[in-house]
């Protein structure tokens, strides 16, 4: 047996769990996918596409409607256009695009500081550059970041930071007063910022999302990447992009080129139709989610699980300390396989978890039918 590139990976905890709900027939609140339909029009336009036979390779820097309703689109909402030919690369899904964006830049023996808890595809990513995740807790009850914790782990090997708003699993965002920060901690530094913003589009209470794109001094040192599967419900076709200056999107281009070349040529038609089309789609998306996590916080408090706040994304973090000791894991393999309703443990998601710390993450991107029948389950706790 060769000697194995990533010790600590084995199947991810999405796929465990979803194999035991399947298994079990529990309801997957789990992995975070939309058990809706996509919208019409992009179901409509990729069909157009293929049939017009848009079926070979695209352009390995994505078509040029693409990047354009990109650029228009960015422009819109943060008041910033990329360049459509220099700074704008679609991918195939913000994984790739993570992968890419570490690999252009990070160079053997390197560190890269990641905020825990933090997305499982970060730190494999980082291995195979060579170089080493340095894992900064967030706050356990809150999620907010320590950035004196981040400013006193730089050191002249830090090649990278990484930082996800609105933060998967919590929901929690970063602000202006963290952006501004952030700024200032990179400011005469060799570092580069990846700004993971895949649910960019669902955000909560009025609030507004602080892309790196609205802040000049980040826009120049960031790779900000997008989700085009997290915004239109289909995470299955596998399409995101990542918006760099110039210098950082060659880098990143290169690496791409390589990886997987292009991206769904027929999907990329679709997208840049549903943009131009439907702007509404992406504008309307907070609210249509602020219905779905209000109904299910309301449910959820005639339960044992005690909902923590929710300021964006589609995931809601429970705390079932009155419900079990049992760790995270082997509760949430409990909640599946005794009671019917998968969760995803936190654990995974940190290099080290804090201690006796008793939350799972649900996901409420379902339908009504779907999250009534996981109630009904979870009122029997």
């Known amino acids: 047996m060769p000697q194995t590139k990533l010790p600590k990976v084995g199947t991810t905890i999405f796929t465990v769990m979803s194999q035991l709900a399947a298994e079990h027939g529990a309801i997957n609140l789990g992995q975070g996918f939309p058990d809706f339909p996509v919208p019409q029009r992009l179901v409509d336009e ?49 994984t790739e695009a993570i992968f890419n964006a570490i690999h252009a830049v990070v160079r053997e023996g390197e560190e890269v500081i990641v905020l825990d808890p933090c997305y499982d595809c970060y730190e494999p990513a980082i291995d195979l550059a060579g170089a080493r995740a340095v894992h900064i807790p967030l706050d356990p009850v809150t999620f907010a970041p320590d950035w ?151 449910q959820l408090l005639q339960t044992k699980l005690k909902p923590l706040p929710v300021p964006g994304g589609y995931f809601q973090l429970v705390d079932y300390s009155a419900v079990s000791d049992l760790d995270d894991v082997e509760f949430c393999r409990w909640l599946t396989i005794e009671k019917g309703v998968t969760a995803i443990p936190l654990s995974p998601f940190y290099e080290t978890p804090p201690a006796g710390q008793r939350l799972a993450r649900l996901c409420f991107a379902k339908n009504d039918a779907t999250m009534d029948a996981a109630i009904e389950r979870l009122m029997r706790l």
Not at 199 to 223: K, T
């Open 148 to 298: 004196n914790q981040v400013r006193a782990a730089i050191t002249p090997k830090t090649r990278m930071l990484m930082i996800n708003s609105p933060h998967n699993p919590s929901g929690a965002m970063l602000g202006v007063d963290d952006m501004n920060t952030v700024a200032d901690i990179l400011r005469d530094t060799g570092i580069w910022l990846l700004s993971d913003e895949v649910y960019e589009h669902i955000v909560f209470d009025g609030a507004r999302h602080e892309s790196a794109l609205r802040y000049p001094e980040l826009r120049e040192r960031a790779f900000v990447i997008s989700s085009f599967g997290k915004t239109y419900h289909c995470t299955g076709w596998k399409v995101g992009y990542c918006i760099a200056p110039p210098a950082l999107s060659a880098e990143f281009r290169k690496v791409h080129q390589y990886n997987v070349f292009c991206t769904f040529h027929p999907a990329q038609h679709a997208f840049a139709a549903m943009i131009d089309a439907e702007p509404e789609h992406y504008e309307q998306l907070g609210a249509f989610y602020a219905a779905k996590r209000d109904r299910f916080r309301e």
């Open 46 to 94: 990729l069909d157009k596409a293929m049939r017009a036979g848009h079926n070979q390779y695209s352009m390995m820097t994505g078509i040029p409607a693409l990047r354009r309703a990109i650029a228009d689109k960015t422009e819109r909402v943060y008041g910033v256009r990329p360049d459509e030919n220099a700074e704008i690369t679609v991918t195939s899904g913000a």
